[in-house]
């Protein structure tokens, strides 16, 4: 069993693959996906009666709700929502939540001695987050699609400084996606398995 977890950070623009990347690491990894994006959207759901739909499907973010006479695009409360959490308690306040909370289960796995998972990936990287993830030694996963451009959005910027490796997503098919992303995502777990020893 090993020691500690292997820790996926994913960063990268709405719909550019980071949910199939999430499921293929956890699939063919063993990388529990932490929702590290569930504390805004359970508060935004249960503050302004947002579905569940609206806040994790990405049809469900560009719809708009009304709150107090004003529209709003559901992606949009929820990024406004991360930075007023961010501009009060510090801007590494959700990483350092998620981990706390996968390092919790981690530690409960190890106490129970009957983990499946070697590791966790968070799909919702944003900002310097990744300073957070790199910080203890984890893999900063920028995930590229070609036809995908910025929203504009500050919260869908990440910082590149932080960005450990780079996956090219320009498959046309999830099978495809999945053996070119294996063989790429083996050959970094290869590598810092070498620099480890």
């Known amino acids: 069993m090993q020691d500690k977890p292997i820790i996926v950070a994913l960063c ?3 719909t550019s693959g980071k949910s199939e990347i999430q499921n293929i690491l956890a699939s063919n990894f063993g990388l529990t996906p932490f929702d590290d994006g569930a504390v805004l959207r359970n508060h935004c759901r249960e503050l302004f009666g947002l579905s569940a739909d609206d806040v994790t ?3 469900g973010k560009t719809r708009c709700t009304e709150i107090q006479g004003t529209t709003w695009e559901n992606r949009k409360i929820i990024g406004e929502y991360g930075n007023i959490l961010e501009m009060k308690f510090g801007e590494l306040t959700i990483p350092n939540w998620a981990i706390g ?3 919790r289960d981690w530690r409960k796995g190890s106490e129970m001695l009957n983990r499946h998972n070697t590791g966790y990936s968070f799909g919702s990287v944003r900002r310097n987050q990744g300073m957070a993830y790199a910080s203890i ?3 900063v996963l920028e995930i590229l699609r070609p036809e995908v451009e910025s929203t ?3 919260w869908d910027e990440y910082a590149q400084e932080w960005v450990t490796h780079t996956y090219l997503n320009n498959t046309s ?3 495809l996606l999945e053996e070119d992303f294996t063989v790429f995502f083996q050959n970094i777990l290869d590598t810092k398995m070498r620099k480890a020893a």
């Open 57 to 59: 499907t990405q049809t």
């Open 12 to 14: 990268g623009m709405p």
């Open 173 to 175: 098919s999830i099978n």
């Open 101 to 103: 909370s996968a390092m």
């Open 152 to 154: 504009g959005n500050v």
């Open 137 to 139: 030694d984890g893999i």
